[in-house]
Every structure is written in C-alpha cells, then in structure tokens.
C-alpha cells in the first residue's frame, strides 16, 4: 500500500490526519480502483488504533472515494460511465454560477493569484500536478463568490473525478486545449465579464465530459 508511515498516535484529530492521507492518495491515484483498505495495516502505519481508521473510512464512503464490498471490505471506489457524466452535469450546472458571482467581488489580488495557478498549471510537464493546479486556478476564482456551501460540494465533486481527468489529459494530450480555455476564463474574470466567464465555465467542463468518457474505458 503506497501510503507514508505517520505517527499520530498522540493527535487529538488522527481521524482527519487517515483521512487526509487517504482521500490524497486515493485522488492523486497511489490507492487504486478496487484496492483494499485494510484497517489493520493502516493503523500500524499511523502507529494508531483501528478507531480513527475505521472513522475516516466512513467518511471516505461519505465522498464517495470509497465502497464496502462483502468479504472484501472498503476498498478505492471505481467511476462508471453514468457516474462521470452525473457528475459533469452537475459541475456544468453549478460552477458557472459560482463564477458568475465571484466576478464581480474579484480583487487584483485575486486575479493575479489565479494567473499565477494558471501559468503554473501551463508549464507544468508532470501530471501528478495537474489535478492539483487545474483545482488551484478554479478555487482561486470561485472563493470570490463567497458560496462555500457550493464550493464545498463542488471540492466533493473534484475528488470523485480527479484522478480520472488527470489520466485523460495525457491520453487526450489535452493540455493544450485546457490552457487556452484556462486563458478564456482568466481574461472574461479580468474585463469583469461575468457573463462570458460563466459561459467559457460550462464549455470547460461540458467539453473535459466529453473528452473524460471518450477515454474512459482506457482509465482503468
């Protein structure tokens, strides 16, 4: 199991610390599809009890990242088909209003972040980092919107599809394409656009939707 051995056995919050570790190595693809999470080895490497283990599985059950299955226990949750297309569906439908509220809340301070993520993101020749970048330059712009319940169901989102849309940006060699739509929205957000920033949002993902379950089959 790809996991780092931590000692948490003197942390009030072990539960959060497995979680964490967990959902990042779930999201980041260390702990794969159908893997099993024993809870035994887990707490052996936190040096923790099975109690904040058998916690943050339940909560990755919660976000979907994991599944019981009988006589295999909570193992990595896969992503079907319709699962996917549920999920962009429902990123079309929220994220470009949250946009279309942030923009006009949005500082220079805030724009210039988001450039920053997103020159990152462009430069970047290592797709462990995509997901965590092309997340970086949304989330700058979206916590201008001041919707955390919206952001807090769209991170939930991200998580079940992450790993997922990171593998399909190298199949789809999709980094180009996902730059010049990252410079769209970036410079809509900079004209004060918010109109045409929620329009270039849900032509982001609708087009990452149909790109994602074109490769699908390949992902796993």
Wanted: some cysteine; glycine content about 4%; proline content about 2%.
């Amino acid at each position: 199991m790809k996991l780092k051995s931590v000692d948490i056995s003197k942390t009030a919050s072990a539960s959060s610390i497995v979680f964490e570790a967990l959902r990042k190595a779930i999201i980041e693809g260390d702990l794969t599809e159908g893997e099993p999470l024993r809870q035994d080895e887990i707490a052996r490497l936190f040096n923790t009890s099975r109690i904040p283990v058998r916690e943050a599985i339940s909560r990755l059950e919660e976000h979907g990242l994991v599944k019981t299955q009988r006589y295999k226990g909570a193992v990595v949750s896969g992503l079907s088909a319709s699962e996917a297309e549920e999920i962009f569906d429902f990123r079309a439908l929220v994220e470009p209003e949250v946009i279309r509220r942030a923009v006009p809340q949005m500082s220079q301070e805030t724009l210039a972040q988001a450039r920053e993520s997103w020159a990152a993101f462009s430069k970047s020749d290592d797709p462990m980092t995509w997901g965590e970048l092309n997340r970086d330059f949304h989330s700058v712009l979206y916590q201008a919107s001041g919707l955390q319940y919206h952001l807090d169901i769209i991170d939930n989102a991200m998580d079940r599809i992450d790993r997922y849309l990171r593998a399909q940006l190298v199949l789809s060699n999709g980094m180009e394409r996902a730059n010049e739509e990252h410079m769209g929205i970036w410079q809509a957000c900079m004209d004060g656009n918010a109109e045409q920033a929620a329009e270039l949002t849900r032509q982001h993902i609708t087009g990452a939707r149909e790109s994602l379950l074109q490769n699908l089959s390949n992902l796993r």
